[in-house]
């Protein structure tokens, strides 16, 4: 699949869940899970920002850190 291929190099992805809509299409976004915390800083490190193509762009962060965005308002 097109978008993990820049987690392969940290590492193997052990579970990739993506919340699907009522008609089955992503809601844009997704869990990645890593063998071990090391993998996964080294992930969120490495594709923070990491442009997919012209229209996608990644924003990463470790699911240890939703309580700090928690709160947060759009």
Known sequence: IK??????QH???????????E???TKGYCFLEFP?????VEAVKST??????KSHTFVV???SDFE???FLRC
């Open 68 to 70: 700090k965005y928690e």
């Open 61 to 63: 962060s470790l699911f």
């Open 11 to 21: 590492g193997t992805v052990v579970n990739e869940p993506y919340p699907l809509d």
């Open 36 to 40: 071990n915390h090391q993998h996964a």
């Open 23 to 25: 008609e089955g299409k």
């Open 3 to 8: 978008y993990l291929i820049p987690y392969f």
């Open 48 to 53: 923070n920002s990491y442009k997919l193509d």
